[in-house]
């Protein structure tokens, strides 16, 4: 069964903070990984995909991803309270379907 | 470019009734997926379409649910004699094609009464 698993939180950070989301997954043959956002009865968006152990930087955000260890991660550097979403983790092994966690909800205090 | 255009954004339904969702993915995108958000669950795959053709449908239950995506016109996710138990929010997404990280719609929220 391919599984992803995520902290529901909700993680609170004052703002300013580095925010970190975790997430692992359990299907050894995933081969893409993405970040979404999703704010409270809208869409999801996409903030990051990830391919290659290692880290990939874009902005405010990092994503990490650790193959061996089937393990991806999101830093948001400097939050902001507009930051405040849950935040999906999702993997794909064939190339198109996704497979979401519940996400993690994050709280930014001003 | 307009965004990935999904309506109605609410739909409500009496049990037995037929549900139709429609999709119009963004421009220059050919590749078409549904996904199924309930309520605190997260988001399942559904089916995925291009122009004419349903290429996986693993995540659609056998019964009652159908999908298309013609040749002209937007893609149609068919929920035939809804019960309660479809109540959720219905997205969709495209891509310009396969292994591209795929942009969502605003969702469909039905609601079977």
């Known amino acids: 069964q391919k599984e992803v698993e995520q902290n529901s939180g909700p993680l609170s950070v004052p703002e300013g903070a580095i925010a970190s989301l975790n997430c692992t997954y359990s299907?050894?043959?995933?081969?893409?990984f993405f970040w979404y956002r999703q704010y409270s009865g809208k869409s999801p968006e996409l903030i990051m995909f990830?391919?290659?152990?290692g880290d990939k930087e874009d902005g405010r955000f990092t994503a990490q991803l650790n193959k061996a260890s089937q393990y991806v991660s999101l830093l948001i550097r400097d939050s902001q309270p507009s930051d405040s979403a849950t935040y999906l983790c999702a993997f794909s092994n064939s190339g198109y379907a996704l497979n979401f966690g519940k996400g993690t909800s994050l709280l930014v205090t001003p | 470019n307009a965004g990935v255009m999904q309506n109605p954004r609410h739909l409500v339904r009496r049990r037995g009734q037929e549900a139709r969702l429609r999709c119009s993915p963004m421009?220059?995108?050919?590749?078409v997926y549904w996904y199924r958000q309930l309520p605190e669950e997260g988001l399942k795959f559904m089916v995925y379409l291009q122009k004419e053709n349903i290429i996986d449908e693993s995540g659609m239950p056998k019964e009652r649910f159908s999908a298309e995506f013609p040749k002209e016109g937007p893609s149609i996710l068919r929920i035939q004699q809804v019960v309660r138990g479809d109540s959720a929010a219905y997205f969709c997404?495209?891509?310009?094609?396969?292994?591209?990280?795929?942009?969502f719609g605003q969702g469909t929220r039905l609601t079977v009464v």
């Open positions: 421009k220059g995108h050919s590749h």
């Open positions: 990830i391919y290659s152990n």
């Open positions: 299907d050894r043959g995933s081969q893409s």
């Open positions: 997404a495209s891509s310009p094609r396969d292994r591209e990280e795929a942009f």
